[in-house]
């Protein structure tokens, strides 16, 4: 059998680690997806209070903002191999334990997040590490090509998750948490099974304070990655309506659980075809302004969502958030990995963790806070022209961004710190 070309799109798959890695993060997704959606549903169902959602998020994002220095620390000071294996199995007993309350049928929602505080602080520590962890399972040369491939599969998880946590949240309520249970401990076998590159010998394990703050430092000073998380942060922040779907599914399209598994799976199905779209036909020139313009499109499209009151319009405005925001984190990420030492890299990650989970779960109270003061549709309208707003100001503000070219010269020069 012929070899693939070095540089072709599938030639990652040559690289076994790269799809053990690829399949653990699969498995992890889905069942973190099916539990999603079971939480959002058993908690509205308790509470019938959209502010009640927005807690969820806040429960999970508190520990990542409070432990990301040291998360990134350890990332870059451990095992990056035994620290994301460990999340997995700590993952695993939080979807045990929601097993567990849901048998219990809670009167409140205070032990569900409770633990969902365990499983923020559990992924707080994971997300560093299994993103400083996928360089070293690839080529340089085929990271790029890489990233979209592991995109593309992490979106296709994204996609399958949600609905199939709508599908069975019916039939099986707490079974759904021992499937993600299952599908947790899967993935940590695949990941004990890798063999990564080590890292460069001789880092020291004690971790001082101006260890905790290279990667503050590093996004804070290196222009292009500083406006590339912050755009990010401030779109999905106030242009994000995941947490709200619950109240669109019953109260404003008219549909079950189902049909809020389908319009959670709506982005994601954007998403997949975008990142597969880009596996075989990488950003060429003017790759900045293509990601401003895009986060301009995910607003409109939010738009767009908040003004529908027809479900298959509904989902094509969420299939197109999802298509245009993907461009956005593929930019992104190529600025945080390809421009970043490996010795600071799990660092540098855990500080753009932040801001990913600034936007996703504090945006997720964002949105049940401002659902509570003004309505649903007011909340998500006005969240999708403020995104639009921040696209302007930040084309404004970083130049840098504006004129970045092709994402091959982040391989050389970090972005510049102009």
């Not at 509470?47 to 927005?54: A, P, Q």
């Not at 990564?196 to 004690?206: E, H, K, L, W």
């Not at 779109?235 to 659980?257: C, E, K, M, Q, S």
């Not at 109270?365 to 006005?382: C, D």
Request: glycine content about 10%.
């Amino acid at each position: 059998m012929t070899a693939p070309a070095p540089h072709a799109p599938h030639a990652v798959f040559a690289h076994r680690d790269y799809l053990r890695f690829q399949l653990a993060r699969f498995l992890s997704t889905v069942g973190t997806q099916v539990a999603s959606v079971a939480v959002g549903w058993q908690v509205y169902d308790l509470t019938h209070r959209k502010l009640d959602l927005g807690y969820v998020g806040l429960a999970q994002f508190a520990p990542a903002v409070g432990l990301s220095l040291v998360t990134g620390a350890v990332a870059d000071r451990f095992d990056r191999k035994r620290v994301v294996a460990l999340c997995h199995l700590v993952i695993a007993l939080c979807f045990v334990a929601l097993f567990a309350i849901a048998r219990s049928r809670p009167a409140t929602a205070h032990p569900i997040y409770a633990v969902l505080v365990a499983f923020g602080t559990a992924r707080a520590f994971l997300g560093p590490s299994n993103q400083a962890m996928l360089p070293s399972l690839v080529p340089p040369e085929l990271f790029g090509t890489a990233m979209a491939w592991g995109a593309s599969i992490w979106q296709v998880a994204a996609v399958s998750g949600p609905a199939l946590g709508g599908v069975l949240w019916g039939p099986l309520r707490e079974g759904v948490f021992a499937l993600a249970a299952l599908c947790s401990l899967a993935s940590m076998g695949l990941i004990v099974a890798l063999r990564p590159r080590p890292s460069p010998p001789g880092t020291p394990r004690r971790i001082s304070w101006d260890d905790l703050l290279v990667g503050v430092r590093y996004v804070w000073h290196t222009r292009l990655v500083l406006s590339t998380v912050t755009l990010d942060l401030f779109a999905v922040l106030f242009g994000g309506a995941v947490a709200l779907l619950p109240v669109f599914a019953r109260d404003i399209l008219h549909t079950d659980a189902w049909g809020m598994g389908m319009l959670r799976s709506a982005p994601a199905v954007g998403a997949a075809a975008m990142a597969l779209w880009l596996a075989y036909h990488p950003l060429g020139r003017h790759a900045g302004r293509t990601m401003l313009l895009c986060v301009a499109l995910f607003g409109a499209a939010t738009v767009v969502f908040g003004l529908s009151q027809n479900f298959a319009l509904s989902l094509v405005a969420l299939v197109v958030t999802g298509a245009v925001d993907m461009v956005s984190v593929v930019v992104r990420q190529h600025a945080v990995q390809l421009a970043t030492p490996d010795a600071m890299r799990g660092r540098v990650s855990a500080v753009n963790l932040v801001f990913v989970s600034t936007s996703n779960e504090l945006g997720e109270f964002e949105s049940g806070l401002t659902a509570e003061w003004f309505g649903p549709v007011r909340a998500v309208v006005g969240g999708g022209l403020a995104t639009i707003a921040v696209v302007a100001l930040w084309a404004w503000r970083f130049p840098v961004l504006r004129k970045l070219d092709s994402l091959h010269d982040l391989r050389h020069d970090g972005g510049g710190d102009a």
